[in-house]
T-cell receptor, first 111, second 114 residues
Framework: EPEVTQTPSHQVTQMGQEVILRCVPI?????FYWYRQILGQKVEFLVS????????KSEIFDDQFSVERPDGSNFTLKIRSTKLEDSAMYFC?????????FGPGTRLTVL | GDSVTQMEGPVTLSEEAFLTINCTYT??????LFWYVQYPGEGLQLLLK?????DKGSNKGFEATYRKETTSFHLEKGSVQVSDSAVYFC?????????????FGQGTELSVKP
């Protein structure tokens, strides 16, 4: 079965630093998403991306966050200046309009 | 806004026991409902889904019925195996899930002992 991949699997950073989380969605999918899960809490929607632009975003997705699909295969989430509360598991997903496929996640730890 | 509530875990069962994980939802309109499973170290995988009232989703021995009157989508399995140990997430999304976001419950950890 095709799969979504994410790198790195674990990222440790200092507060205030920029991080970029990378995802390779399934190749013929058109919809892309980022979700996050703070330890012990719900999986929360961050942003959806379609046709090279953000189609929906949550209140969590403030000016510190941005997404990009720079080369037609990668889909990235950038956090400009990380805060302690950004520590979470970040999941990328892509959709073929029938179902969403999730990646294994990147665990982000902000110290 | 839309939301999903699941029973709290962890749930610990013996092999071959009957499983129920409760899930209720609040939504405007007519959402699709999903169960996702997360095995240790892996991403979320779609387990089953139902797109309209009274639909039953099923996969790998798991079943869930979309109950509009009780706004529920409880997950059941008649005889669990050790390999079913995982975290289970109930979720809702737009009808047909055409590019729309998913709203998840908090997840229920299942541990099955031999």
């Amino acid at each position: 079965e095709p799969e979504v991949t994410q790198t790195p699997s674990h990222q440790v950073t200092q507060m205030g630093q920029e991080v970029i989380l990378r995802c390779v969605p399934i190749s013929n999918h058109l919809y892309f998403y980022w979700y996050r899960q703070i330890l012990g809490q719900k999986v929360e929607f961050l942003v959806s991306f379609y046709n090279n632009e953000i189609s929906e975003k949550s209140e969590i997705f403030d000016d510190q966050f941005s997404v990009e699909r720079p080369d037609g295969s990668n889909f990235t989430l950038k956090i400009r200046s990380t805060k302690l509360e950004d520590s979470a598991m970040y999941f990328c997903a892509s959709s073929d309009e029938v179902r969403e496929f999730f990646g294994p996640g990147t665990r982000l730890t902000v110290l | 806004g839309d939301s999903v509530t699941q029973m709290e875990g962890p749930v610990t069962l013996s092999e071959e026991a009957f499983l129920t994980i409760n899930c209720t939802y609040t939504a405007t309109g007519y959402p699709s409902l999903f169960w996702y499973v997360q095995y240790p170290g892996e991403g979320l995988q779609l387990l089953l889904k139902a797109t309209k009232a009274d639909d039953k989703g099923s996969n790998k021995g798991f079943e869930a019925t979309y109950r509009k009157e009780t706004t529920s989508f409880h997950l059941e399995k008649g005889s669990v195996q050790v390999s079913d140990s995982a975290v289970y997430f109930c979720a809702l999304g737009p009808r047909g899930n055409q590019g729309g976001k998913l709203i998840f419950g908090q997840g229920t950890e299942l541990s099955v002992k031999p």
